[in-house]
């Protein structure tokens, strides 16, 4: 079914990027217990670890289609703003149905930093940043390795779109406490940002729109620091 030139990198993205980071998530926890500093160090290394690796493996990739964002780059911003609205939407929507399947109490740790010391917030703010490098590293995976290598050929486009946004959703399976229905909310997000790469032809559109989209996180730290500052 897949095409030699491809099917490598295709196997090695599900490998590394979906089967590789759920057993780094649940040996994390397994480490950690309880204890946020602890999962949250490993994690963050584990996501920088791929990240420089994604950067120095597509390195010219990226460069190439940076340079092809910036020759139309007020066009592109408004196509990102664009699909940051419509996943905003989608995931709100589906979020609303799907959310009911997830557990009521979830069998696994919530990992937080305390938001009442400078400590707390500094160090929250750092995984924020990490996390805006995961959305990087996802579109690259999921978006680029796992879906629009195949472009030149319409059926296995489409099998490519569900297959990796349906891993997409299900490699945030302990977003959800344990719900793979409930992570279904995401394989629409993974859709909606598969579509972005499709009609824009350029990687950095969904990249953008991920960011953008994992923000919240951080501006919500920066909104507390001001106001610790100011208080």
């Given at each position: 079914?897949?095409?030699?030139?491809?099917?490598?990198?295709?196997?090695?993205?599900?490998?590394?990027?979906?089967?590789?980071?759920?057993?780094?998530?649940?040996?994390?926890?397994?480490?950690?217990?309880?204890?946020?500093?602890?999962?949250?160090?490993?994690?963050?290394?584990?996501?920088?670890?791929?990240?420089?690796?994604?950067?120095?493996?597509?390195?010219?990739?990226?460069?190439?289609?940076?340079?092809?964002?910036?020759?139309?780059?007020?066009?592109?911003?408004?196509?990102?703003?664009?699909?940051?609205?419509?996943?905003?939407?989608?995931?709100?929507?589906?979020?609303?149905?799907?959310?009911?399947?997830?557990p009521?109490?979830?069998?696994?740790?919530?990992?937080?930093?305390?938001?009442?010391?400078?400590?707390?917030?500094?160090?929250?703010?750092?995984?924020?940043?990490?996390?805006?490098?995961?959305?990087?590293?996802?579109?690259?995976?999921?978006?680029?390795?796992?879906?629009?290598?195949?472009k030149?050929?319409?059926?296995?486009?489409?099998?490519?779109?569900?297959?990796?946004?349906?891993?997409?959703?299900?490699?945030?399976?302990?977003?959800?406490?344990?719900?793979?229905?409930a992570?279904?909310?995401?394989a629409?997000?993974?859709?909606?940002?598969?579509?972005?790469?499709?009609?824009?032809?350029?990687?950095?559109?969904?990249?953008?729109?991920?960011?953008?989209?994992?923000?919240?996180?951080?501006?919500?730290?920066?909104?507390?620091?001001?106001?610790?500052?100011?208080?």
């Open positions: 079914m897949f095409n030699s030139k491809y099917d490598f990198r295709f196997f090695k993205a599900i490998l590394i990027y979906f089967v590789m980071t759920l057993i780094v998530l649940t040996i994390d926890m397994q480490i950690a217990g309880n204890n946020a500093y602890i999962y949250m160090g490993i994690l963050s290394i584990w996501f920088i670890g791929i990240l420089a690796y994604e950067i120095k493996g597509h390195h010219n990739f990226l460069s190439e289609q940076w340079h092809q964002f910036k020759l139309n780059k007020f066009k592109n911003i408004g196509i990102i703003i664009l699909f940051y609205i419509i996943l905003q939407v989608v995931v709100s929507l589906a979020g609303s149905y799907f959310n009911n399947f997830a009521a109490k979830s069998p696994y740790p919530s990992y937080s930093f305390p938001i009442d010391t400078w400590t707390g917030l500094t160090l929250s703010l750092l995984v924020g940043f990490v996390n805006l490098g995961v959305a990087f590293v996802e579109e690259i995976a999921y978006r680029h390795e796992m879906m629009y290598r195949f030149n050929n319409k059926l296995l486009m489409l099998v490519s779109i569900i297959i990796s946004s349906l891993l997409f959703g299900f490699s945030h399976y302990y977003n959800f406490s344990g719900s793979l229905i992570s279904l909310s995401y629409i997000a993974g859709i909606v940002l598969s579509f972005a790469y499709i009609t824009s032809k350029n990687i950095w559109i969904p990249i953008f729109t991920h960011i953008l989209f994992n923000f919240i996180s951080v501006f919500s730290v920066i909104v507390l620091i001001i106001f610790k500052i100011i208080a």
